[in-house]
């Protein structure tokens, strides 16, 4: 395939006065996940309606597998598994229905649902739930049946929003495992989340969005390259402290504490002076016990973008 699934240029909305999405370019390929990161009202949830076919751009172009979101619109709902903010289940209705009415209106043949749905609820553990009435449901339980309609009908393209909102971690570690083998299956997802821990895990690149505008693109890796322009690492070790270990990490590094077991310092680059560092005080004696990068973690990469755009971390108002 020589385009991607998801492509997006200029795209643009207004709700009368409110820009909510002023400028957004992303692209998204099969067998890729891309997570979009931002505030509240960055225009996250916006964005995945455009692209998914519910609200019509104001601005700019679109288009999903090929398909235009405007003029293909009814194709393109079609076409891709969208999780939105809200479950909005049928209250009155038992799983298995409910899985089956969405299933016909995909054009899931019936013999392919009477097969996919009792796996389908069996993965996710709700089969022994099934014929409650929708409305007993928990929130994660309603969370999880939402997240099957979205991908019941095998969709080339999924969009996410917050999928492992109100799980327990196990449930969650479920999704993120499935949206692997979506991914591995050649699926192109786009996932909105708060959660920086999980945008870390899943993602092969980040958009993060503020004010409707991109604010920063790349792989973690790359973006932590880019912003954190020094980690913070921690040796943990048996033992009393030794001063002459002091010389040896101040000769490569910068020590900011020194604890009970624990040494921590800062460095402009782990890759060079981890491996000679740790050699030197295991040579010197030091009883290394484990060695962790503390702030190589999205948390900083996120804190660190939208300080520099001027943006709080969390925008009130509307959470578009």
Known sequence: MNYPLVWARNLQKRFGELHAVRRVDLDVWAGEV???LGPNGAGKTTTVRMLSAILAPTEGEARVAGLDVVRDAVQVRRKVGLLTEYPGLYARMRAPEYLSFFAELYGVPEPRRRERIPALLEQFGLWDVCHQPLAQYSKGMAQKLAFIRAILHDPQVLFLDEPTAALDPLSAKL?????????GQGKAVLVCTHNLLEAQELADRILVLGRGEVLAEGRPAELFQRYIRQAVCEIRFA???DEAWREIITSLAAIEAIGDGFVRYRTENVTLVNPPL??????????????QILSDN???VYLAIVAEKGLPAEEGGDAR
Do not use: N, Q, Y
Not at 175 to 183: A, G, N
Not at 278 to 291: E, F, K, Q, T, Y
């Open 298 to 300: 999205m948390e900083g």
């Open 278 to 291: 740790i050699a030197r005080l295991s040579a010197a004696g030091m009883p290394v016990v484990s060695v």
């Open 34 to 36: 891309v997570v979009l």
């Open 239 to 241: 033992g009393p402290w």
């Open 175 to 183: 999704v993120r495992d499935t949206i692997r083998e979506l991914k």
